[in-house]
């Protein structure tokens, strides 16, 4: 079972920018997405990308500030949210799926993005 780690998180200011990152072995041959699940309130998907650095789907919520890349050399996907707002405050998870055709069966524990206003 490959273990998908998310690191990065931590405390920054509105208006902020912030990068976290997903690591795992084999990550290359996997579509990966990023999901934030804020206190109160369901998980909800952000942006993915596919094995070859192109993403599909975008939540509105963060278009035009998040970015999301990958580095398939070091088996690592990145996430740059800029211009952070109060409201982006969540957990952040790390998912992995092996096509676009397949369900997410791989997550990682989770990153805490807290902005403060």
């Known amino acids: 079972q490959v273990q998908l780690v998310e690191s990065g998180g931590g405390l920054v200011q509105a208006g902020g920018s912030l990068r976290i990152s997903c690591a795992a072995s084999g990550l290359i041959n996997y579509v990966v997405g990023w999901f934030r699940q804020a206190p109160g309130k369901e998980r909800e998907f952000v942006v993915d990308i596919n094995q070859y650095g192109f993403s599909t789907k975008e939540a509105d919520s963060v278009k035009g500030r998040f970015t999301i890349s990958r580095d398939n050399a070091k088996n690592t996907v990145f996430l740059e949210m800029n211009s952070l707002k109060a409201e982006d405050t969540a957990v952040y998870f790390c998912?992995?799926?092996?096509?676009?055709?397949?369900?997410?069966?791989?997550w990682g524990q989770g990153t805490q993005v807290t902005v403060s206003s």
């Open positions: 998912a992995a799926r092996r096509s676009w055709e397949t369900q997410y069966d791989l």
